[in-house]
């Protein structure tokens, strides 16, 4: 048995939600966090799932950047408004293959900088919009803001 399919416990799509479970902001988190229990991932994750593998910031679940994540928010047929966008992302009916399971939960808060409003961020130019910005700016924990998978439960 060769020691790549000896480690490999869980197929990719089960390490990849529990990886993205405890939301690491970068492989270097993800090398540097020691787990001792039964949910034990490989450090070369990439080497372990290589036919499946699309990259540390999809296997970890990492948001997108602000420019990645208004052209994939842009691309969500039907999603024009806040209330749209937050409806989809509690929903978790995004499936972790999609680059759209790598938006923020609140990205109003996690693109802070560069937000210019749920419009611009949604809707492209030529499209029009009756929403507006659908609310004012709510304080929310950070981990909770930042991180789709917040309530990842591990059983």
Not at 109 to 133: N, P, Q, V
Request: glycine fraction near 8%; proline fraction near 3%; include cysteine.
């Amino acid at each position: 048995m060769s020691s790549k399919s000896s480690r490999r416990i869980y197929t990719f799509q089960e390490a990849r939600k529990i990886a993205r479970g405890h939301c690491f902001d970068s492989k270097e988190e993800f090398l540097e966090y020691s787990c001792p229990g039964s949910y034990r991932l490989p450090k070369d994750a990439d080497k372990v799932w290589a036919d499946e593998w699309r990259g540390w910031d999809d296997f970890l679940g990492i948001t997108l950047s602000f420019e990645e994540g208004r052209e994939v928010a842009r691309s969500l047929n039907g999603i024009n408004t806040k209330d749209e966008y937050m409806s989809l992302i509690q929903s978790k009916t995004i499936q972790d293959d999609d680059s759209a399971s790598r938006l923020p939960y609140r990205p109003d808060l996690k693109y802070k900088a560069e937000w210019l409003g749920w419009d611009d961020f949604l809707i492209s130019l030529g499209s029009t919009s009756t929403a507006g910005e659908g609310g004012g700016k709510e304080q929310v924990d950070n981990d909770e803001a930042f991180c789709l998978n917040a309530d990842t439960k591990l059983v």
